[in-house]
């Protein structure tokens, strides 16, 4: 992302400098599972590997390549609830992007554990809709 005057791809409304470019840039520290959440989809939006490999828990980060280029654009989030327990936190989301022409939506929800002050995500469910 070259002009950080941009709106954040994350939806919030805010610029992407005041909102998830400080955590994926500047390296400052999400202090929810849900700006976690928001900052590591704007990190697959803006291609940044190394963020998401260091936001993701030690036990079930990939060791391979977590970025595809495949082709696809991200075309916005919507965050439908965060639920904070403690030190772990769900957060239900739905992606959407577009592949080969064709729009999808990932509806996913995501787990998160903090450790040493840091959130980081774990892992992931995707609900069936009907």
């Not at 202090?31 to 190394?50: C, H, I």
């Not at 963020?51 to 970025?67: F, M, Q």
């Not at 639920?83 to 929800?109: C, L, Q, W």
Request: charged share 25%; aromatic share 10%; net charge positive.
């Amino acid at each position: 992302m070259t002009a950080k005057a941009q709106a954040c791809p994350c939806g919030s409304g805010k610029n992407y400098a005041a909102c998830c470019g400080r955590f994926i840039e500047e390296g400052m520290v999400p202090q929810s599972a849900e700006e976690l959440m928001r900052s590591r989809y704007s990190a697959y939006v803006v291609k940044n590997e190394d963020y998401l490999k260091a936001t993701w828990h030690a036990t079930t980060r990939p060791s391979e390549p977590v970025l595809q280029d495949d082709g696809g654009k991200w075309l916005g989030l919507e965050v439908r609830r965060h639920v904070p327990a403690g030190d772990s936190a769900t957060v239900e989301f739905v992606a959407r992007y577009k592949m080969a022409g064709r729009a999808h939506r990932m509806h996913e929800i995501s787990n998160f554990v903090r450790e040493d002050g840091r959130w980081y995500y774990v892992d992931g469910s995707f609900p069936i809709t009907k």
